[in-house]
């Protein structure tokens, strides 16, 4: 009896495992979902239908920062797209599973197939802009860990987290809970700092500000020198909000004009000089002398501070004297006495030509101006058609005011006062000979004094 028993439940339970098959065939065994709700049991149009109705009743609660709202997809027209590859995905869920297998479905962990929705964007767009999530006057906006000046160095100021939404990513984010069937979000779309202060970013960034603001850097000539202070180099410095150091060039540049091209430029400033013709004497004016290059200055120094080494140089120069003791006349000069009406030209120290001269008319107020200067190029017969002559030997001294030397085969008396009344336009006039000798052994950038 008990054997008739046994071999009664066995095939019963065959029964029941061939007749689950042959149902399983048509209908999806269980634990089966798409897009997260569960069709177990259904055939490929039952399923359709719950999710049609799923669809059309799914409402989510959005949960923010202190703040809930509610999206119902029947608002935005959401549904399954079943046209586009939904159908497709929903036959080939029933084509893959093992019938046979169904009992084993019941302990297993399940499969879950998704398919495509569809919605109407506008409508989503403008449900979003309604939510209180996005209200604009509960939001804080993130904020960069970033650094602020303070007693000589740069100190950290920590990052923000805000509670202000990207609202592009929060629309991706609804839609895909929403096709994921759920009915609770929490929103973990904030828009994040992007640099931390524990960041290895942050740091190698910080690192870099430190270093360009203790840059040690000495411009100095002779005993002249300058080194701009921790100040200084904050003062220009600007912080991008990656924490990119650069060089507020206009704000350099006014440093450069007040300190730099204040200190070195010689141009035009008080010099005591020591002439074989005429002794010591203390002159200003005239264009000869160290010029700072300011716009090249600034350039340089700020190729300096966002190194963050030590430099040790002279500033860069639009124009440099040529020699540097004795005023920087050296022992290689053309003097140019007014009083004296003489001219002397000195080369290394020994005396070429000593030259009566006649310089600018008095009278007529076209006094030859003083100052230092140098020969900034020469030339042989060179035209001056504004005053109709030709000269064989061109020196100018200062080509922005049209002076210089050169011979006068027009004139027979040079020397005396003959200046005061009959005096050059401006020009030191000489004796031909005396400007032959003058023009062969002078050179470009020779000083030339003139007082």
């Not at 120069?317 to 053309?334: P, Q």
């Amino acid at each position: 009896m008990i054997g008739i028993g046994a071999a009664a439940v066995v095939g019963v339970l065959c029964a029941v495992e061939f007749g689950g098959a042959y149902y399983f065939q048509s209908h999806y065994t269980p634990k089966t979902s798409i897009n997260g709700i569960d069709v177990t049991g259904k055939t490929i149009e039952s399923a359709q239908s719950t999710l049609d109705e799923s669809a059309k009743s799914l409402t989510l609660t959005i949960q923010g920062d202190g703040t809930s709202d509610q999206l119902a997809a029947a608002d935005i027209d959401f549904s399954y797209d079943f046209e586009n590859g939904g159908m497709e995905t929903m036959q080939s869920a029933l084509e893959e599973q093992n019938p046979f297998a169904w009992v084993g479905a019941l302990f297993g962990g399940g499969r879950n197939y998704e398919i495509q929705s569809k919605y109407d964007a506008d409508k989503l767009n403008s449900a979003i802009a309604q939510m209180s999530c996005l209200n604009p006057e509960q939001k804080v906006a993130s904020q960069n860990a970033s650094v602020t000046y303070a007693d000589g160095a740069f100190q950290t100021v920590p990052e923000v987290y805000g509670n202000e939404l990207d609202a592009a990513e929060l629309s991706t984010a609804l839609i895909e809970q929403l096709n994921e069937g759920h009915t609770e979000y929490q929103i973990d779309c904030y828009i994040q700092p992007q640099l931390t202060e524990d960041s290895q970013e942050f740091q190698d960034a910080k690192a870099k500000l430190d270093a360009a603001l203790h840059s040690s850097i000495t411009l100095k000539r002779d005993d002249i020198s300058v080194s701009p202070t921790v100040d200084d180099i904050a003062a220009v410095l600007t912080i991008g909000d990656d924490l990119t150091a650069a060089v507020d060039t206009e704000k350099l540049k006014e440093y450069v004009e007040a300190n730099i091209d204040e200190q070195f430029n010689t141009v035009g400033k008080e010099r005591t000089v020591t002439t074989l013709g005429c002794g010591e004497f203390t002159i200003s004016g005239g264009i000869y002398g160290y010029a700072v290059d300011v716009d090249g200055e600034t350039e340089q120094l700020a190729k300096d501070i966002l190194s963050g080494g030590t430099v040790e140089r002279e500033p860069v120069y639009s124009r440099e004297e040529t020699y540097k003791d004795n005023g920087g006349l050296g022992n290689t000069y053309i003097d140019v006495s007014i009083s004296q009406q003489t001219v002397w030209l000195v080369y290394q120290g020994k005396l070429i030509i000593e030259t009566p001269c006649v310089t600018g008319n008095v009278n007529n107020g076209t006094i030859t101006p003083t100052g230092t200067y140098w020969i900034e190029f020469k030339r042989r017969n060179y035209d001056m058609p504004r005053y109709g002559v030709s000269v064989s030997y061109w020196m100018p001294i200062d080509t922005s005011t049209g002076v210089g030397l050169h011979d006068a085969a027009w004139r027979n008396t040079f020397g005396g006062n003959y200046y005061i009344s009959t005096g050059s336009h401006g020009c030191i006039n000489l004796p031909v000979s005396a400007a032959r000798t003058i023009y062969n052994n002078c050179f470009g950038t020779m000083p030339v004094v003139v007082h």
